[in-house]
Every structure is written in C-alpha cells, then in structure tokens.
C-alpha cells in the first residue's frame, strides 16, 4: 500500500512520492508535504519557466532560478489549487496534467 501525505499543492490526502526526489532539504520537504499527483504536475511547469526565461540549465544561476520556481510552484502563498479545482483521474482525459481553468500553456513560436 502507498503512503499519502495531506499535499499542500492539491489540498487533500493522495498517495505520496516513494523517494525523495532528489537530495537536500527541498527534496525532502517535497517528500513529507507533496503527493505524486502533484509532483507530476511539475514537468509541465518547469519547461514553461525553462523556454519563458531561456535558461540554460548548464548555468548554476538557471538551476538556482528554477529550483526557487520550483519550491514556489508547490509551497508558494498561491501554490495552492484554486477552489473547485478537481484532479482528473487515472485513465481519464489521455493521462495529461490536470489544467487550471481558463489555463493553457505559452503560444508556440512559429
């Protein structure tokens, strides 16, 4: 059976990451307070911040810029959903990441 953490992203008890994601105080305060739902949220995430402020992740500075993007996007004062916000469930919608209503990603460069 999968542990759950009551996520601070979604709001509700969800079955939880089985490792820390990775190393360090910020890993592990995903790993207490951050479900896998949420966590999986979070690719979508990054390469928007990536391409909207073309970072080069060889850069230390862009890894810096990206992981505080990073604790904002899942412990930010508006981290959390917005009311009404459902998840959509397994085998649902082709398995995307859930959407903030009226949301949508940057238009693409043609």
């Known amino acids: 059976m999968p542990r759950t953490v009551y996520c601070v992203k979604l ?3 969800l079955p939880g990451l089985e490792k820390p994601p990775f190393p360090g105080k910020l890993g592990q305060r995903i790993f207490e307070q951050i479900s896998q739902q949420a966590y999986d949220m979070w690719p979508a995430q990054q390469v928007l911040i ?4 073309g970072l080069n992740m ?3 500075e862009a890894r810096k810029i990206l992981r505080e993007q990073m604790e904002e996007f899942f412990f930010g004062q508006d981290a959390a959903m917005p ?3 459902t998840p959509e469930t397994a085998g649902a919608g082709g398995g995307g990441a859930p959407q903030r209503k009226g949301g949508g990603g940057a238009p693409r460069k043609k």
């Not at 990536?50 to 402020?53: C, E, G, L, P, V």
């Open 11 to 13: 709001q509700r008890e």
């Open 50 to 53: 990536i391409n909207h402020y």
């Open 58 to 60: 060889a850069d230390p």
């Open 83 to 85: 009311d009404g916000w």
